[in-house]
């Protein structure tokens, strides 16, 4: 089993940062490939990034790419979502969840989900 928390959402206005965080704990964190997942109110969940624990590798969906980082500490177990340039579109619930697969993109192929942080922007 993998538990995972996230934090650090909120509103802020178009154009701003935000950080994310997810801490994640458990026996067999580590064999797992990291995401975060969003859902806007009325949509879908959407991929936005993914990250490996051994070498740190990314890979992002386009709608974010070159304004969002994935980020992990290992030593902390935290995997980090910063997050530039926000558009009000990006307004959604922000989840970290963890994949058995790298390069997962599919929300439903992912095997752990936190409870989910808020994130609002304002235009």
């Known amino acids: 089993q993998v538990q995972l928390v996230e934090s650090g959402g909120g509103l802020v206005q178009a154009g701003g940062s935000l950080r994310l965080s997810c801490a994640a704990s458990?026996?067999?964190?580590?064999?797992?490939?990291m995401g975060w997942v969003r859902q806007a109110p009325g949509k879908e969940r959407e991929f936005v990034a993914t990250i490996t624990w051994r070498s740190g590798g990314t890979y992002y969906a386009d709608s974010v790419k070159g304004r969002f980082i994935i980020s992990r500490d290992n030593a902390k177990n935290t995997v980090y979502l910063q997050m530039n340039s926000l558009k009000p579109e990006d307004t959604a619930i922000y989840y970290c969840?963890?994949?058995?697969?790298?390069?997962?993109?599919?929300?439903?192929?992912?095997?752990?989900w936190g409870q989910g942080t808020q994130v609002t922007v304002s235009s």
């Open positions: 458990g026996r067999t964190v580590s064999s797992y490939n």
């Open positions: 969840a963890a994949a058995t697969f790298w390069g997962t993109t599919r929300p439903s192929q992912y095997d752990f």
